[in-house]
């Protein structure tokens, strides 16, 4: 187990250049939490979705800087939060986007405890910390899911969409 100290990031860009250089002096591992919108733009993620690219951009340059300090990314995947179960989405379509979900989460989705667990052994030391890093490969997951018939463990039936509705108006 690794005794030096770590540092996880999950966006704060303000408090990123004293956290990494504190961690990275001492010795330890630098994991910046990525997630939607980190490869490329999603509708109705704009300022979240570029947050997780400019994170994940940042972390993967520091690590080619610096290949011998503990630096990476942590995709943690979909996970089923109060976020995922009530997703805020404009007025017409809430009904796409709870097929949508309610197709998606039971394959690929995932608990918050499992992708802790994962990001905790990365921190940690019990596992290589590679510039990229997933809480699990997505289609090993989906191609067991579907041949055993097990599904994450979520109830479909609470995710409700929040539906916000489209402003036409100008911009201020």
């Not at 961690?23 to 990525?34: D, M, P, S, T, Y």
Request: charged residues 20%.
């Amino acid at each position: 187990m690794n005794a030096a100290p770590v540092v996880v990031i999950t966006g704060s860009s303000r408090s990123l250049g004293l956290a990494t250089a504190e961690a990275l002096l001492k010795g330890g591992r630098l994991i910046n939490v990525v997630g939607r919108g980190e490869k490329g733009p999603v509708a109705g993620a704009a300022l979240y979705g570029s947050s997780k690219a400019w994170m994940r951009q940042f972390s993967l340059a520091l690590a080619k800087e610096e290949p011998q300090l503990g630096i990476g990314t942590f995709n943690p995947g979909l996970i089923y939060t109060s976020l995922t179960a009530r997703p805020k989405v404009l007025e017409g379509q809430q009904h796409a986007m709870l097929k949508g979900l309610r197709f998606i989460m039971p394959l690929i989705g995932d608990t918050p405890e499992r992708a802790a667990r994962r990001l905790a052994d990365l921190a940690a030391g019990d596992s290589p910390l590679h510039r990229e890093n997933r809480a699990r490969r997505l289609l090993p997951l989906v191609l067991k899911r579907l041949l055993t018939g097990q599904r994450a463990p979520v109830n479909v039936r609470d995710i409700r969409p929040e539906v916000q509705p489209e402003d036409h108006g100008p911009i201020s």
